[in-house]
């Protein structure tokens, strides 16, 4: 069992940066990759970005790529997701989740353990 639980979001001003946390607890050890999707009203979850734990291999959607940093401490469990130069695009609710297994990280099927969601909205 994992549990993950996320850091409140907020609302920005467009350019302007938040910073997100899930702190994982549990059987953490099970955990081969983490990441964070979002989720907009009347659309797909979709893929932000995700590390793989040992190698720490890094992934970003092309949307974000530039602008948002994916992180891990694994002394405190916690995964961060540093978002800057905000856009209203990116008005959604965020989720972290984690993975046992090496699945098509884009697919929100592959991940077992999912937060509790955290809206981010950001206003031009």
């Known amino acids: 069992q994992v549990q993950l639980v996320e850091s409140e979001g907020g609302s920005v001003q467009a350019g302007g940066s938040l910073r997100l946390s899930c702190t994982a607890s549990?059987?953490?050890?099970?955990?081969?990759?983490m990441a964070w999707f979002r989720q907009a009203p009347g659309k797909e979850r979709e893929g932000v970005a995700n590390?793989?734990?040992?190698?720490?291999?890094?992934y970003y959607a092309d949307s974000v790529k530039g602008r948002f940093v994916i992180s891990h401490d694994r002394t405190q469990n916690t995964l961060y997701l540093q978002m800057n130069s905000l856009q209203p695009g990116d008005t959604a609710r965020y989720y972290c989740?984690?993975?046992?297994?090496?699945?098509?990280?884009?697919?929100?099927?592959?991940?077992?353990?999912w937060g509790q969601g955290t809206q981010v909205t950001v206003s031009s």
């Open positions: 590390i793989v734990f040992g190698g720490e291999d890094i």
């Open positions: 549990g059987d953490t050890h099970s955990i081969l990759h």
């Open positions: 989740a984690a993975a046992n297994n090496y699945g098509n990280w884009i697919r929100p099927k592959t991940f077992l353990y």
